[in-house]
């Protein structure tokens, strides 16, 4: 497990390895369990959100905050299950919530199988509306978490709150980590720039070698993405903690390392804290790491 930070607490990468749950109980992977709270939450339009709140983190493991975690485009916040499993045994209370129009969110298509959105800007305003919400009350760290697209939607959704002048919210916020974000590299470093400085610690998974983000690179025209740049360089300034894995070999897409390669999850553990690296930039096996300039 990777963690970042000890002044705003810690955010941990993914990991599907799961550990013995404190209760002693097998956990079913296939299941959401039954102290789990699902629900739904009401956007200003009225359009149903479904929303997760996990159980909350065994007794005798010290409580580090909450998350609330992103899922990719088209995908269901059941598909991570293990992975916030893993996050609570370590002390994490998670959320999580399927985007307006997949998951349980209803859709907006024609038929239960196509996705569509007249405008992004409706994602932007539901993810914003529900963090409020969700952050009300909440004591300790709060984290933001997303995977591929949810990361770019994470990224908007945190532009726009800075150009609203809603820094309250913006400072409440403890750590954010993005995994294999979809996000065009130009336009990443406007969501940066206009953040005035990115929230710490602020983590970034990539692979160069990720064959999703090259589809959807060749789909716009050869952009690089964030969650497979090649030259980090890019992101000099910007305050950005890259752990890179390119150089673990995958059969599948390698669209989400962290959680689906046994490799990356077993160096991933052995990572204990940021303030460890003591170089700029440090490797371990096959994963590079570099610390935010």
């Known amino acids: 497990m990777l963690m ?16 013995k749950p404190a209760t002693g109980q ?3 992977r296939r299941a959401i369990p039954a102290a789990a709270s699902e629900s ?13 709140d996990w159980p909350a983190p065994p007794a005798n493991v010290p409580y580090r905050g909450s998350m609330l975690f992103m899922a990719g485009r088209g995908d269901a916040y059941e598909k991570y299950i293990e992975s916030f499993e893993h996050w609570r045994l370590r002390g994490w209370q998670v959320s999580a919530a399927d985007w307006r129009g997949q998951g349980g969110s209803g859709r907006l ?9 007249d405008d992004f800007a ?6 914003a509306d529900f963090w409020r919400k969700w952050a009300e009350g909440r004591e300790g760290p709060l984290a933001l978490m997303g995977h591929s697209m949810g990361g770019l939607l994470i990224m908007e959704t945190l532009r ?13 916020l403890s750590a954010t980590t993005l995994i294999s974000p979809d996000i065009d590299m130009d336009l990443f470093r406007a969501q940066a720039h206009a953040l005035g400085h990115l929230p710490q610690p602020f983590t970034v998974a990539i692979a160069q070698n990720d064959r999703l983000l090259r589809l959807s690179s060749g789909l716009s025209g050869g952009a690089a ?44 553990k052995g990572l204990r804290d940021a303030d460890a690296l003591a170089p700029q930039s440090l490797s371990v096996g096959p994963v590079s790491i570099k610390l935010g300039g």
């Open 160 to 172: 726009q709150i800075a150009l609203s002048g809603d820094r309250a919210l913006l400072d409440r």
């Open 26 to 28: 097998g956990f079913d």
């Open 109 to 117: 298509g024609l038929d239960d199988s196509t996705g569509h959105i």
């Open 40 to 52: 739904v939450w009401h956007a200003k339009d009225g359009h149903e959100i479904r929303h997760i």
């Open 225 to 268: 993405r964030l969650g497979s740049v090649e030259d980090l360089d890019q992101l000099e300034g910007l305050g950005v903690f890259v752990v890179d894995m390119t150089g673990i070999a995958d059969t599948g897409s390698n669209h989400f390392l962290p959680g689906t390669s046994a490799s990356a999850i077993a160096l991933i």
């Open 122 to 127: 409706l994602w932007i305003t539901d993810l």
């Open 4 to 19: 970042l930070g000890k002044t705003k607490g810690f955010l941990p990468l993914v990991s599907t390895t799961m550990t």
